[in-house]
């Protein structure tokens, strides 16, 4: 632990540029370094339970630090709450055991335009503030021969989006997830987002929103990108 300590000190105290920008430089522009969410080698070598342990003191920590007084009988169980919130509930996108198992159909009806699952809310947070970004996904594909539950291209949104995230990634990860499972490169995701840490801090606009999109295979097209978009406006 102490090895530990001193390490992600010296991560905390770098002053190493960005691009030729230092971190405080950079502030509020959100960067987006890669397609894979940076995760450390080791990250599941604790059990759920053991990092919802220690998440609990450092929390704890914080708060007392804050100044907040733990004996208070409204705040004395919120470390654990938070714990518990992060690893089983907004977080637990980062845990690959939690990826939705999904099984594959024949495509029976051979219906074989787009199909559109429009407006799947989701929450998540950015990994640069750690508040939440709130928002709609559209997915869209056409189907290969295969076909997979629509509840499932919910539940693949929802297992990214809890996670801290960009939104740049989080529609890239969807997207290549959808690609890869459907057996197509015709995958389409939108996504539509409000980011607090733009609203409820830093430049405080509370009307902007955030649009990104993947278009895979078929989707690459004018005239696809339409269709895909009358679909969702109808
Ligand atoms: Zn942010």
Do not use: W
Not at 99 to 120: G, R
Not at 146 to 151: A, D, E, P, T
């Amino acid at each position: 632990m102490e090895n530990q300590n001193t390490v992600l000190e010296s991560l905390l105290d770098t002053q190493e540029l960005l691009n030729g920008y230092s971190h405080e430089e950079i502030g509020d522009d959100h960067l987006y370094t890669g397609i894979d969410t940076p995760m450390k080698p080791n990250a599941f070598a604790l059990s759920d339970d053991e990092k919802k342990e220690s998440i609990a003191q450092l929390f704890a920590k914080i708060m007392d630090v804050m100044g907040l007084d733990l004996n208070d009988d409204s705040l004395r169980g919120t470390p654990k709450r938070v714990a518990k919130m992060f690893i089983d509930e907004i977080y637990s996108g980062l845990n690959p055991a939690n990826k939705p198992k999904v099984a594959l159909f024949e495509n029976k009806y051979h219906y074989n335009q787009m199909l559109v699952e429009k407006d799947i809310t989701f929450y998540s947070n950015c990994e640069h503030h750690f508040v939440p970004i709130i928002g709609k996904a559209h997915v869209a594909y056409i189907s290969s021969g295969k076909v997979i539950g629509l509840s499932k291209l919910n539940r693949m949104v929802q297992y990214y989006a809890k996670r801290p995230q960009v939104q740049e990634r989080l529609t890239n990860q969807i997207g290549i997830e959808l690609q890869t499972i459907l057996e197509t490169p015709d995958v389409a995701v939108i996504i539509d987002a409000k980011h607090l840490c733009v609203s409820s801090r830093g430049i405080q606009d509370d009307t902007s929103a955030t649009v990104t999109s993947f278009y895979g295979g078929a989707f690459n097209t004018p005239e696809k990108i339409q269709e895909l978009y009358n679909y969702i406006n109808n």
